[in-house]
């Protein structure tokens, strides 16, 4: 084990941590400070990679990664939950203990899941495959288990992130273009939730998406 | 190559344009002026594939073969014609004080915004872009669905939202295993991702890497196609939306998304040789026809209904292409095009009805062949038509989709005529009685546009009379391609 790949473990390991963090966060704010810290370990990992590697691409994506999520779209965040004026909101969580167990046994599927193919992965943060694995279902669990639409759209962009993470682990990333036009699309994406939580926030007057049961089959 | 850059620059530069000055008196006209434009540059850029053969352009970027080009012509005319009866719709919406002129801006805007994700979804080469213009598609089309801005217009948009991009993302997993095939076999780099380089290699792809990237694949872009269990946001995003946009969604997106995943089909099969990736499309195939079958006969709105009848219809196309052979595949293709341009009538005359009537509900519906019998009539012809009633076209691809059937998966048959059979008592009955019937209804401020209609429809019955050789000829070709 080198000191580069004991390094990459151990932002695998925060990243799983910031993961499981998310899944038990109540405030709104504090899951926006989590969302940006989750960005700053996978800018971090992506320098790590890249110097240990020489891939020199990797560069930029980290450059693109600290610009976009660990700047501007909790900036974006931050200043739409002022203007709804849900900065301090507390969400009541039921059953963060079960969640947390439904969470552990998520990761112990994801490593399975990845072991045959970091198996056949050459990349030296190939042990990595499973915690991004794990991100991915995690933050898919956080968006069952909220009532309410940021939360909600943070365990989206989270999704987003254990996948940037996932391409960094098995392929030292995704070509240039491709991955520019992924951050296009999370860029626009929250630019139009953004104007979005206030449509919702007008026609149900709340952003609770327990409102939200209109549309149903009878 | 320059018939490229016109058919992506156009649709491009009046979503721009519209941004400024959609709002306008002339914006509906403009909006239909960019859309002739990009409709005559995909037909020329059709011609020369026809005459040419197979196009990369662009150091690669772009690829032409001849199963994207007739997507990339069938979707420059549905979003042409759409145009054409969204002028007087949407004038008609805002008379009714329904939308502001500021939500005609967006709307015109974002209307050109998605034509172009479609057709750069259809001509790029590379994979990674592929997945790129199909979340653009879904943003794009996020705050149309939401426009009216009532609180279950809202919801239906956030549903989509979600589900969508949650589905998307698993496409995108998919993705990065593809890469991560592929980039032991081609190397690192752009190129990596590139459809025709992976084409040239897939026999030496990495078989189980690629099942499971084909697994999340088929998700992904499956929930877009509307494929059940992944359909809910689909009927109530066709409901909710303006009815230019439900004919714009049924008739071409879903296309779309159902082109990706057959993409990814020939790389797989290629890289397992086995009938995996057919045997999983196959089964949601089956499995949207029956659940989109029954789920018919429950509604009361007739936009929903119509929602579902296209969740069937994915259904029989997913399972045609699943199938695979040359008969199979033809019978697919047919069936996306001749489905695509009988769906959008459906809901040209459905917004109309609705329009005249001021709902959407079936029951309050009655007696358009009386009021106005071009809308009655247009809506029981197609409503025949989208049924497979013979003469129509999609009475020969269904018919070819059932006896391929019958030869190569004979469990299959009973099951899909059965739900062919339900799905037709159920819409039969709602249609006739909106056809039929006494009425009181108002006429329109600004007289509907049915041409569209008719020459949609017309185009279908032809298709299911006579099809050209050179469209059989392409047909066929692509086909081969698919395999």
């Known amino acids: 084990m080198t000191l580069s790949t004991q390094l990459i473990n151990l932002m695998a390991a925060l990243l799983l941590l910031i993961a499981f963090a998310m899944l038990a966060q109540r405030r709104i704010l504090s899951l926006i400070h989590l969302f940006a810290w989750q960005g700053a370990v996978l800018t971090a990992n992506s320098v790590i990679v890249a110097y240990s590697t020489g891939q020199t691409h990797l560069y930029y994506s980290a450059l693109l990664t600290l610009a976009l999520k660990v700047i501007v779209m909790p900036l974006i965040l931050h200043r739409l939950i002022i203007r709804l004026n849900i900065k301090w909101d507390v969400e009541t969580l039921i059953n963060i203990p079960t969640t947390m167990l439904v969470g552990i046994a998520l990761v112990v599927i994801s490593f399975n899941v990845a072991l045959p193919i970091s198996q056949l992965a050459g990349t030296i943060t190939r042990s990595t495959l499973g915690i991004a694995v794990a991100i991915v279902l995690l933050s898919f669990l956080m968006m069952i288990t909220r009532r309410k639409a940021v939360p909600q759209v943070i365990g989206f962009l989270a999704m987003e992130n254990g996948l940037f993470f996932a391409a960094t682990s098995t392929t030292y990333g995704m070509p240039m273009v491709v991955e520019l036009g992924i951050a296009l699309d999370v860029l626009v994406g929250m630019l139009i939730l953004g104007i979005f939580f206030f449509q919702v926030r007008q026609a149900f007057d709340s952003l609770d998406l327990k409102h939200m049961e209109r549309l149903k089959e009878e | ?483």
């Open chain 2, 1 to 483: 190559m320059n018939e490229i850059l016109f058919v992506l620059g156009v649709p491009l530069v009046g979503g721009l344009v519209l941004a400024f000055s959609g709002g306008r008196p002339g914006a509906a006209a403009l909006n239909t002026v960019f859309s002739l434009f990009t409709f005559i540059a995909g037909v020329l850029l059709a011609l020369r594939v026809v005459g040419e053969g197979p196009i990369l352009a662009f150091s690669e970027m772009f690829f032409v073969d001849s199963f994207n080009v007739f997507l990339v012509a069938l979707t420059a005319f549905v979003s042409f014609t759409t145009a054409l009866f969204s002028r007087p719709y949407m004038m008609n919406e805002h008379h009714h004080g329904k939308l502001s002129v500021g939500m005609l801006r967006l709307y015109h805007s974002m209307y050109q915004l998605f034509i172009f994700t479609m057709l750069l979804a259809l001509l790029t080469n590379n994979m990674g872009i592929l997945w790129v213009a199909m979340e653009a598609a879904t943003l794009t089309t996020v705050l149309l669905v939401s426009l009216y801005r009532t609180p279950a217009s809202v919801e239906a948009a956030w549903k989509y939202f979600i589900l969508c991009g949650v589905g998307i993302a698993q496409a995108l997993f998919g993705t990065i295993l593809l890469y991560f095939a592929a980039e032991k076999v081609l190397g690192a780099g752009g190129t990596a991702l590139l459809w025709t380089h992976l084409n040239a290699v897939k026999g030496e792809l990495e078989p189980t890497v690629l099942s499971l990237a084909f697994v999340f694949l088929f998700v992904g872009y499956g929930t877009k196609v509307g494929l059940v269990p992944l359909h809910n946001w689909l009927p109530d995003a066709h409901a909710e939306g303006p009815t230019p946009m439900s004919a714009v969604l049924s008739g071409l997106l879903l296309n779309v998304a159902l082109y990706a995943v057959v993409r990814s089909k020939v790389l797989v099969d290629g890289a397992l040789g086995t009938r995996f990736a057919s045997d999983l499309m196959m089964g949601f195939g089956l499995l949207s026809v029956v659940v989109g079958a029954l789920f018919l006969s429950r509604q009361k709105d007739a936009k929903r209904m119509f929602a579902y009848s296209s969740v069937e219809h994915m259904g029989l196309m997913t399972f045609a292409f699943g199938m695979g052979g040359p008969v199979a595949t033809f019978a697919g293709l047919l069936h996306m095009t001749v489905h695509s341009l009988t769906k959008s009538a459906i809901f040209f005359t459905v917004g109309h009805a609705a329009q005249k009537t001021g709902t959407q509900m079936m029951d309050q519906i009655r007696g358009l062949a009386d009021t106005n019998p071009t809308i009655g009539w247009g809506l029981m012809l197609g409503s025949l038509a989208i049924l497979g009633m013979p003469p129509f076209g999609v009475f020969a691809s269904e018919f070819l989709i059932l006896t391929t059937a019958m030869r190569q998966q004979p469990w299959a048959t009973p099951i899909l005529l059965l739900a062919l059979g339900i799905a037709f008592a159920a819409i039969f009955s709602r249609v006739q009685s909106m056809v039929f019937g006494e009425t009181t209804a108002k006429r329109l401020p600004h007289p509907p546009a049915l041409i569209p209609v008719f020459v949609h429809l017309a185009i279908v019955l032809l298709l299911g009379l006579y099809i050209p050789p050179y469209l059989a000829e392409w047909y066929r070709q692509a086909a081969l391609l698919i395999g």
